[in-house]
Each structure stands twice: as C-alpha cells, then as structure tokens.
C-alpha cells in the first residue's frame, strides 16, 4: 500500500494550482455555466422588509408576529445576497494517511480542497479556509481575486501532514461560529470515522448544531478502494496508520464481517453530520476529482436545492 505525505513533492503548490486552474475554467465557461454559482446559493438570503403574503409565497416566510398583530397574512421579503463565501475546513487527521493505490487519501482531499478554492476565485467569491491538525490550527479570513485566493491555497496545499501516530485533535468549534459571516458555504472535509456517541445518541460533535444553523453545511469525503471493499484474494501485510502498526489481511469471514460493521457506522455517522444527500460528496482515489464537483453541482443545480 501507499503511504504518501502530501501532494506531488515534485512540484510546488502553486505550480501544482496552476495544472488545476486551466481544468477548473474549462469546466465553469463549459460545463458548469451558472450552476456553481445556483448550487452554492441555497437560502442564503438577507432579509428586506415584510409583504404582504399573495398566493403562491412560500409559506416559511410567514412573519407570523406580524400576522397576528395586523390580521392578515405577512411574509418576510428576502433578497439574495451579491457574494458567495466559501470557508473551507480540512480536517487533517492521521488517517488520512491512508492509500491502497497510487495516491493517498490526504492528496486526493487536498486536490478537491484546492479545485474548490480554485472555483470560487473564479467565480470572484471569497473564500477562507482552516486547516485542522494535531500540529495547531492554521486560519486565513476569506479574500477575494485569484492572486490572494491562489497564494490561499498554495498555503493550504503546503501544510505539513500529522505524523501518522498523531492523536486526532477535535476541531475548533467555538473559533469556527465566527470565522466567516451568516449564511457562509462551510465546507468540511476529512475522513469521518465512527464516532462515540453522547448520552442522546448522536454522534453529532460539539458545536456542531450551531455550525449548521449560521452556515450551509456540505462534506467532502474520500474513499479508498480497500475501505469500500478489502481485497481478496491472498494475505496482505498493510501498516495501519491510525493504530501505527503494521497489520495482516487474511480475508477472513471475521475480518469481513468487522469491516463491514465498520462501514456501516461509518454511513450512519456521515449521514446524520449531513441529512440532505445534496449536502455531501464522496469521492474515490481513483476518480477524477473535478467531474466528481461537477456532477455535485449538476445534481443540486437539477433538484433546486436549498442549502
């Protein structure tokens, strides 16, 4: 299996953001047209006056305060808001490490990481990222215009991966409600392991509920080929980076069936940080990364969905 560090050492970040950029302006003067732009809208709205409410308007606008008081039905009128800002959180556990093939999981998220930062210079939206890891917080406030967001991201792209022994560091709840203004695209990408549930039983993490009420939420996810299915066949000796030993894969109904467990606490978890289907996206090692954000947003665009 393949334990790689981080993106190509061949190449330097910005030259790496250069390769992407041509691929990423095809896609929006060709392919995307107006959807990124729609996708990412949602409901993020700022509040004009109140109307009164006419057949038709939708019925979660109703100010029922203002109803009450004069009699008849009112609605809140919203307008769009001009910008879009896109907060990018990378969630860079040891985990990550993780890579059956050619490339690792921690380089394929760090490419869609930068295409998306990428889409959104070109849009002219601004965009700001987080990068969450054992070895500290890294924050940049969101910017506007392809030089700044293009430095943004080589920054991103540069950040040393965790030493795979690593202990996971939870994420700066608190710190992130602030970090980018109401109605922000947050977008949280990582591994999602299970996680231990609280008394309630979700395995929502702290703050988390908070996030989802100021920002709209979506998650990015990769998958390696071994985590969709292991490999059959003969035994495999693999290093386990988040328990840092090396392990062997008999292949066993055992090992199957604990995997498979795995799996499925995995979907649940995932499933419940990101009810809407429209608000996560999970992307293999071996797939192209960009056709995957553009059947994301084609798939959103096509449903008319809300954020």
């Given at each position: 299996?393949?334990i790689a560090?981080?993106?190509?050492?061949?190449?330097?970040?910005?030259?790496?953001?250069?390769?992407?950029?041509?691929?990423v302006?095809h896609?929006?003067?060709?392919v995307?047209s107006?959807?990124?732009?729609?996708?990412?809208?949602?409901r993020?709205?700022?509040?004009?006056?109140v109307v009164?409410?006419?057949?038709?308007d939708?019925?979660?606008?109703?100010?029922?305060?203002?109803t009450?008081r004069?009699?008849?039905?009112?609605r809140?009128?919203?307008?769009?808001?001009?910008?879009?800002?896109?907060?990018?959180?990378?969630?860079?556990?040891?985990s990550?490490?993780?890579g059956?093939?050619?490339?690792?999981?921690?380089?394929?998220?760090?490419?869609?990481?930068?295409l998306?930062?990428?889409?959104?210079?070109?849009n002219?939206d601004?965009?700001?990222?987080?990068h969450?890891?054992?070895?500290?917080?890294?924050f940049?406030?969101?910017?506007?215009?392809?030089g700044?967001?293009?430095?943004?991201?080589?920054?991103?792209?540069?950040?040393?991966?965790p030493?795979p022994?690593?202990?996971?560091?939870?994420?700066?709840?608190?710190?992130?409600?602030r970090?980018?203004?109401k109605?922000?695209?947050?977008?949280?990408?990582?591994?999602?392991?299970?996680?231990?549930?609280?008394?309630?039983?979700?395995?929502?993490?702290?703050?988390?509920?908070?996030?989802?009420?100021?920002?709209?939420?979506?998650?990015?996810?990769?998958?390696?080929?071994?985590?969709?299915?292991?490999?059959?066949?003969?035994?495999?000796?693999?290093?386990d980076?988040?328990?840092?030993?090396l392990?062997?894969?008999?292949?066993?109904?055992?090992?199957?069936?604990?995997?498979a467990?795995?799996?499925?606490?995995?979907?649940?978890?995932w499933?419940?940080?990101?009810?809407?289907?429209?608000?996560?996206l999970?992307v293999?090692?071996?797939?192209?990364?960009?056709?995957?954000?553009?059947?994301?947003?084609?798939?959103?665009m096509k449903?008319?969905?809300?954020?």
């Open positions: 299996m393949a560090s981080s993106l190509r050492p061949s190449a330097s970040p910005l030259a790496i953001l250069r390769q992407l950029e041509w691929r302006r896609a929006v003067e060709n995307l107006g959807e990124y732009r729609s996708a990412f809208r949602g993020g709205m700022e509040f004009d006056q009164k409410y006419e057949f038709g939708d019925v979660r606008d109703i100010d029922w305060n203002v009450a004069l009699g008849e039905p009112y809140k009128k919203f307008v769009e808001e001009r910008e879009v800002t896109l907060l990018l959180v990378f969630d860079d556990s040891p990550l490490h993780f059956s093939g050619a490339q690792s999981k921690r380089e394929a998220l760090l490419e869609i990481a930068g998306v930062m990428l889409l959104g210079a070109v002219r601004r965009v700001g990222f987080v969450a890891s054992p070895n500290g917080n890294l940049r406030e969101p910017v506007r215009g392809r700044q967001i293009m430095h943004l991201a080589a920054t991103l792209l540069a950040q040393p991966a030493d022994t690593a202990a996971p560091t939870g994420l700066p709840w608190r710190f992130l409600s970090a980018a203004p109605h922000s695209i947050l977008i949280w990408l990582g591994d999602f392991p299970p996680l231990s549930r609280d008394e309630r039983g979700s395995p929502a993490p702290e703050g988390w509920p908070v996030l989802q009420r100021r920002y709209q939420t979506m998650g990015f996810r990769v998958d390696d080929p071994w985590e969709r299915a292991l490999p059959g066949g003969e035994t495999i000796a693999a290093y980076p988040t328990a840092a030993r392990v062997t894969l008999e292949g066993n109904a055992a090992e199957r069936e604990a995997h467990a795995w799996n499925a606490e995995r979907e649940s978890v499933q419940s940080l990101f009810p809407d289907p429209l608000s996560r999970i293999s090692t071996e797939e192209n990364r960009l056709d995957a954000l553009v059947r994301f947003f084609h798939a959103r449903s008319g969905a809300r954020g």
